[in-house]
């Protein structure tokens, strides 16, 4: 069983200056983080990220080259049908909403922002498929926007290192801003992704190798063998 969901009393100030030193640690073990959905213009960043709910960077990885190449452009994906589109996503969780999701926010980029991926995360939540965290993902990546995006490994690694009590994306999301400097806000949510996708897993975190460790909470103890809590 996990340890309980227990954090430290600690100042603001004190978790400002961990998150500093957890700051440095990531720009050392991850100095190139960036989002791993393979993309070449913020249309194809949008359609991944759309795509990537509740599925894998891998799984999206594999069906946005012949998706892109059967419809490149908004235009393309306007005119299409959810029936045209669904073929090329459906190793895709959720692919058939998807489908329609993908058609219409096309459709609407189309006929509202002409053909153009719009940099206002009002007019991005418009979008079908998206949501507060796609669009925070796609300001980010595509166009340097600060905002820290959370998923579920974010949110994970958020609890573990006792950086946010929040539930919610978007609340835990504000919280981490707090701490971190808005400059770095995208390189913090991709870091600690990458953190969260391959060495503080879910089921077994790899707390030997990680460069963390020293500024985690729920790091087990040397002797005493504690579990590490979810």
Request: net charge positive; with cysteine.
């Amino acid at each position: 069983m996990a340890a309980p969901n227990r954090c430290p009393r600690e100042s603001l100030a004190a978790k400002r200056a961990r998150a500093a030193r957890i700051l440095r640690k990531l720009e050392e073990a991850y100095p190139n983080a960036r989002t791993e959905l393979r993309h070449e213009n913020p249309f194809q960043l949008l359609v991944a990220t759309v795509l990537s709910a509740q599925a894998t960077d891998k799984s999206v990885n594999q069906a946005t080259p012949e998706l892109f190449r059967r419809f490149p452009t908004p235009a393309a994906l306007a005119a299409a049908s959810p029936e045209e589109v669904a073929p090329y996503i459906r190793r895709i969780g959720l692919w058939r909403t998807k489908a329609r999701n993908l058609v219409a926010l096309a459709r609407k980029l189309v006929e509202e922002y002409g053909g153009e991926v719009p940099r206002d995360k009002e007019a991005l939540m418009s979008l079908p498929g998206v949501g507060w965290k796609t669009a925070t993902v796609v300001l980010g990546a595509a166009f340097g926007e600060p905002g820290i995006a959370v998923d579920t490994h974010l949110a994970r690694l958020a609890r573990r290192l006792c950086l946010a009590e929040a539930k919610t994306p978007e609340k835990i999301g504000a919280e981490l801003e707090k701490l971190f400097p808005r400059e770095k806000w995208v390189f913090v949510h991709h870091a600690l992704i990458l953190h969260g996708r391959y060495v503080c897993t879910a089921r077994k975190p790899h707390c030997a190798e990680c460069v963390l460790r020293a500024e985690c909470p729920s790091a087990p103890a040397e002797k005493e063998g504690v579990k590490m809590r979810s």
